[in-house]
């Protein structure tokens, strides 16, 4: 099963990717997470797209289809994986298609979260991520039992640095310029499905399982 999550950021496609991996064993593959691992540890790619993330700008399509067609080869995602945070224009949606027909594999589904921008810049704004597992907090909605320590692993939990007011509204102004178009563009193959993602975590899991469930049929 191959899976594409497509919306803003903080509509959740991360969540939802992390928890449909902890229930289903499918390996959730986001550019962003390799893309800060890369910084972290100071590889060739994340010095060169330090300065695109803080500035709230896609890093050029070339880097990640590289990132996405090295971590595809890899024996976790034989059977499947979700997209999470990639493609996000039409040129990486087109090398995806390359990719993917090189190896006979199709997209099973392209789930696409919605919700207004409004309640993005709050939810953004009040995000904590954990520097460790990358696992996603909020200061009022959704908070960690310890103060700034993550529930999971115990790591420190940390504002990301594109997570400011000016860098959020950069990066909403780029999701629908350069990625929504992907909705029609995935639309004409008649695999769109769409959620209502202002709800809660949980309401939106059941969506999802139930979008899965009628592909199993
Ligand atoms: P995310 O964690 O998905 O919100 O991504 C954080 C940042 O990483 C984005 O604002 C971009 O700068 C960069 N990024 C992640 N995925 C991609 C992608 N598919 N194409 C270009 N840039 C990306």
Same mark, same amino acid.
């Given at each position: 099963?191959?899976?594409?999550?497509?919306?803003?950021?903080?509509?959740?496609?991360?969540?939802?990717?992390?928890?449909?991996?902890? #229930?289903?064993?499918?390996?959730?593959?986001?550019?962003? @997470?390799?893309?800060?691992?890369?910084?972290?540890?100071?590889?060739?790619?994340?010095?060169?797209?330090?300065?695109?993330?803080?500035?709230?700008?896609?890093?050029?399509?070339?880097?990640?289809?590289?990132?996405?067609?090295?971590?595809?080869?890899?024996?976790?995602?034989?059977?499947?994986?979700?997209?999470?945070?990639?493609?996000?224009?039409?040129?990486?949606?087109?090398?995806?298609?390359?990719?993917?027909?090189?190896? &006979?594999?199709?997209?099973?589904?392209?789930?696409?979260?919605?919700? @207004?921008?409004?309640?993005?810049?709050? %939810?953004?704004?009040?995000?904590?991520?954990?520097? !460790?597992?990358?696992?996603? =907090?909020?200061?009022?909605?959704?908070?960690?039992?310890?103060?700034?320590?993550?529930? %999971?692993?115990?790591?420190?939990?940390?504002?990301?640095?594109?997570? &400011?007011?000016?860098?959020?509204?950069?990066?909403?102004?780029? =999701?629908?310029?350069? #990625?929504?178009?992907?909705?029609? =563009? =995935?639309?004409?193959?008649?695999?769109?499905? $769409?959620?209502?993602?202002?709800?809660?975590? !949980?309401?939106?899991?059941?969506?999802? &399982? &139930?979008?899965? $469930?009628?592909?199993? #049929?």
């Amino acid at each position: 099963m191959i899976l594409i999550f497509l919306g803003p950021p903080g509509s959740g496609k991360g969540t939802q990717a992390s928890k449909l991996h902890e #229930t289903a064993g499918i390996p959730q593959l986001s550019t962003g @997470d390799m893309l800060r691992a890369a910084i972290s540890q100071s590889t060739a790619v994340g010095l060169q797209a330090k300065s695109f993330i803080d500035r709230g700008q896609l890093v050029p399509d070339e880097v990640v289809v590289k990132l996405i067609e090295e971590r595809i080869e890899l024996e976790d995602c034989s059977s499947g994986f979700i997209l999470d945070g990639f493609p996000r224009t039409v040129s990486q949606a087109d090398s995806l298609e390359g990719l993917l027909s090189a190896k &006979n594999k199709k997209i099973s589904k392209v789930v696409v979260f919605e919700i @207004d921008d409004e309640l993005l810049v709050n %939810r953004l704004s009040g995000r904590r991520t954990c520097e !460790s597992c990358g696992a996603m =907090y909020h200061i009022r909605e959704r908070k960690s039992a310890v103060e700034s320590v993550c529930d %999971r692993c115990g790591g420190k939990l940390v504002q990301r640095t594109d997570d &400011n007011e000016a860098t959020i509204k950069k990066r909403l102004q780029i =999701y629908h310029s350069q #990625t929504s178009p992907l909705i029609e =563009y =995935y639309s004409k193959l008649g695999i769109v499905n $769409k959620i209502e993602a202002s709800r809660s975590v !949980s309401s939106v899991f059941s969506d999802l &399982n &139930n979008i899965l $469930k009628s592909l199993e #049929t």
